[in-house]
């Protein structure tokens, strides 16, 4: 069994930045994809970035390309996200997902349906 939580969330100004972290409890981080989707206030999730296993390909949507950028560190198990020239419509819970990729299924980053563990999500609220 797989637990992901996230940290690093909170109330920020616009334009400031915030690194989100989500730390894996389980085994075998390193055969994960991992993923950032966000829900802002009264919408749908969405995706906001993803990661292979090893850190060898990126994904991002078209809202925080060149802003947000992912990363991970497979020793300490942990995925982050770190967001610069925050805006107002960056106001969301932000969710950390992972994809187990051990099935030889092909990389989706932006489908939900592909993850297999959520974390309870961290609230990031940009204030304009």
């Known amino acids: 069994q797989v637990q992901l939580v996230e940290s690093g969330g909170g109330l920020v100004q616009s334009g400031d930045s915030v690194r989100l972290s989500c730390a894996h409890f389980g085994p075998t981080f390193n055969m994960y994809h991992m993923g950032w989707f966000r829900q802002p206030p009264g919408k749908g999730r969405e995706f906001v970035a993803a990661i292979t296993w090893n850190g060898g390909d990126t994904a991002y949507s078209d809202s925080v390309k060149n802003r947000f950028t992912i990363s991970r560190d497979n020793a300490m198990k942990t995925v982050y996200l770190q967001m610069n020239n925050l805006k107002f419509e960056d106001t969301a819970v932000y969710y950390c997902?992972?994809?187990?990729?051990?099935?030889?299924?092909?990389?989706?980053?932006?489908?939900?349906?592909?993850?297999?563990?959520w974390g309870p999500g961290t609230q990031v609220t940009v204030s304009s």
């Open positions: 997902a992972a994809d187990w990729a051990g099935d030889g299924t092909s990389w989706h980053p932006n489908n939900e349906g592909q993850y297999d563990f």
